[in-house]
């Protein structure tokens, strides 16, 4: 059986189309893991979601051996009325990725920002908007993130229903 490559439409772009048809967290977050487990291979399951008021230059975070990444509602709040669905789900795969590598280990800023890129580009071509997003600085290409406001991250509502490939065995 031979190895997908990216151009192979049943293989590694079949990735792509999936994210472009992501319809919540629990779907972008699935091509997430399986980007990362192909460029990678490495994975961690049972992951949770929540969502908080953050400070309008915080995308995510996760916390070191937590088992929760946190995405800035605020930023999602802003892209849901001045982006289009490419681009917001774009935003949520970089951000996502991001932390998910966060998770695996990739603890330097600097270096899990380079294999973002790296397995943004690979697993979903490079023309892709999550790619191109990924190789890019956020708060420049969305430049209205700057005035989400402020929160202070005090509340955290938990998304129901994400990583369920990996946990829909024991929690329902």
């Keep these: ?3 997908p490559t990216p151009n192979d439409p049943t293989g590694w ?8 048809q992501a319809r919540n ?13 192909r460029v990678l291979g490495r994975e961690r399951v049972g992951l949770g979601l929540g969502l908080s008021e953050l400070p ?11 088992n929760i990444i946190v995405l800035n509602e605020r930023l999602i709040r802003v892209l849901d009325a ?8 774009a935003f949520l795969y970089v951000v996502i990725l991001h932390e998910y590598l966060h998770s695996l280990g990739f603890l330097d800023e600097r270096r899990d920002r ?10 979903l071509g490079e023309d892709h908007a999550a790619a191109v997003l990924a190789r890019g600085d956020l ?16 509340r ?15 929690i329902r």
Aim: hydrophobic content about 35%.
């Design 56 to 66: 309008a230059q915080v995308g995510a975070y996760w916390q070191v051996t937590g």
């Design 139 to 154: 708060w420049e290409i969305f430049p209205q993130l700057r005035g989400a406001g402020t929160g202070d991250g005090q």
């Design 156 to 170: 955290v509502k938990i998304v129901r229903g994400f990583d369920s490939e990996s946990t829909n065995r024991y």
């Design 114 to 123: 380079e294999v973002v890129s790296r397995v943004a580009t690979q697993a």
């Design 82 to 89: 001045t982006e289009p669905q490419a681009q917001r789900t």
């Design 25 to 37: 967290y629990d779907d972008v977050f699935t091509v997430v893991r399986e980007s990362v487990r």
């Design 13 to 20: 772009a079949s990735l792509g189309h999936r994210l472009d």
């Design 1 to 3: 059986m031979a190895t």
